[in-house]
């Protein structure tokens, strides 16, 4: 049986970063967030409904989901957030328990953006071995996503006011990886002690 481990951080953490630390050191990795991008891509099978919950105009020329529109949406609209989840969760779950089990690695990360979240997705934290949270201070991940995606800091605020908080994180936490200051070897150190050698 493998040992199943939950990742998870705000936006900028650096929780993408030590989840492909961790494939490195020969975890399976099962990544929500791509599993989320694959079945909202151009023939994914959250499209259709999307196109009817929503209306077409949040499927873009290509067949894929306006990302960039329906967050704008979903932002300012809970009922539409709670549509949106309600078609996409369910499909993104059932992915997660095909990959976890295909895997053949004796250790499984979870990686759950919405693992401190009140959704669906905290129902994964009763069948975890471990919940590892990345984190670092909010000044921080405003500057990393901004360098990385060019958002004011005013769009990466409103992203972070829309996630679990810094203490809603770290309330579920077995382990805790500060990933400030750290170059990526050091990080790779800590990730190593912390989950691999533990």
Do not use: Y
Not at 75 to 103: C, G, N, W, Y
Not at 123 to 138: F, I, M
Not at 151 to 171: D, G
């Amino acid at each position: 049986m493998a040992t199943l481990i939950g990742l998870t951080g705000g936006i900028g953490s650096g929780k993408s970063t030590v989840a492909a630390i961790l494939q490195d050191f020969g975890a399976a990795v099962v990544d929500a967030d791509a599993i989320s991008r694959a079945i909202t891509a151009a023939g994914g099978a959250a499209i259709s409904a999307i196109g009817l919950a929503f209306g077409q105009s949040f499927v873009d020329k290509s067949g894929a989901l306006d990302r960039a529109r329906m967050r704008e949406f979903v932002f300012s609209d809970s009922t539409a957030k709670q549509t949106l989840e309600a078609i996409v969760h369910p499909l993104i779950k059932l992915e997660m328990e095909r990959q976890i089990a295909a895997a053949t690695s004796s250790l499984v990360v979870l990686d759950l953006p919405l693992l401190a979240e009140n959704t669906s997705f905290n129902g994964w934290r009763a069948r975890l071995d471990k919940v590892c949270v990345v984190d670092c201070s909010p000044e921080t991940q405003i500057k990393r996503v901004m360098a990385r995606s060019g958002m004011t800091p005013q769009q990466v605020e409103a992203v972070m006011s829309n996630q679990a908080t810094r203490e809603a994180r770290m309330a579920i936490a077995d382990v805790i990886i500060t990933n400030e200051e750290l170059t990526l070897d050091e990080l790779k150190m800590l990730v190593k002690a912390a989950i691999i050698d533990a």
